[in-house]
């Protein structure tokens, strides 16, 4: 089982509807991220949080809102979803020396 | 203002030869720095990573240098083979390693020909 695991792993879509992505981690570690990636535009931080009271705005985090429901969960949600969210969104976990990442959420707003 | 920078989108090599992927920075504030590597359909794996207070980190077949006055830093695979065709990409932070915020770059595409 992977040890950051993240769900859906495909998701269609349309534009306004409220989605939300979910994140869980098995190794203990109290920092959790949310990425995404774009095609020549690399991983940018939406939002990160270093424990279940820490919330923090990153990059990009206009247009998203996060929830740390617990130490191991870390959920991503798009109020109302546009086509130009249409990415790939990365969970990851961190012991403070390097990111641990899930295996992706692709996620397409029409 | 893209912090960290990949200018070659993708690099072919054949198997056997060296691979030499570079990145370069802007910030001055950035101490700590880091490669990730990415297979289609994976989230991305941490491969090597070097502080400011060195050079060069060296780990098997791959190395990793880094030139504080010329805000660059590259990562030399040494040999390549044809497992390690997949994306690269850079991370920069200013944490000394806390990784609170990492910078990424946008990648670069090896293919490792047979």
């Known amino acids: 089982d992977a040890d950051v695991t993240q769900t859906p792993r495909n998701r269609i879509t349309k534009t306004g509807k409220r989605i939300m992505l979910e994140c869980s981690q098995t190794?203990?570690?109290?920092?959790m991220y949310w990425y995404r990636q774009d095609p020549g535009l690399g991983l940018q931080l939406i939002y990160y949080s270093f424990d279940v009271k820490d919330i923090n705005k990153g990059e990009i985090s206009d247009g998203y809102s996060v929830s740390r429901q617990a130490q191991a969960k870390f959920s991503l949600s798009l109020e109302s979803a546009i086509p130009n969210q249409t990415a790939l969104y990365f969970c990851?976990?961190?012991?403070?020396?390097?990111?641990?990442f899930g295996e992706g959420s692709r996620l397409t707003v029409l | 203002d893209q912090q960290v920078k990949q200018n070659s989108p993708s690099l072919s090599v054949q198997e056997g030869r060296i691979s030499i992927l570079n990145c370069d920075y802007t910030n001055s504030m950035f101490d700590y720095f880091l490669w990730y590597k990415k297979y289609p359909a994976e989230g991305p794996t941490f491969l090597i990573s070097i502080s400011s207070i060195k050079d060069k980190n060296e780990d098997g077949r791959f190395t990793v240098f880094l030139n504080k006055s010329a805000k660059h830093l590259s990562l030399h695979i040494v040999p390549s083979q044809p497992g390690d065709s997949a994306v690269y990409f850079c991370?920069?932070?200013?944490?000394?390693?806390?990784?609170?915020?990492?910078?990424f770059g946008t990648g670069t595409l090896l293919a490792v020909q047979p």
């Open positions: 190794k203990g570690h109290d920092r």
């Open positions: 990851a976990t961190s012991d403070r020396r390097e990111l641990f």
């Open positions: 991370a920069a932070s200013d944490n000394g390693g806390a990784t609170n915020k990492l910078i």
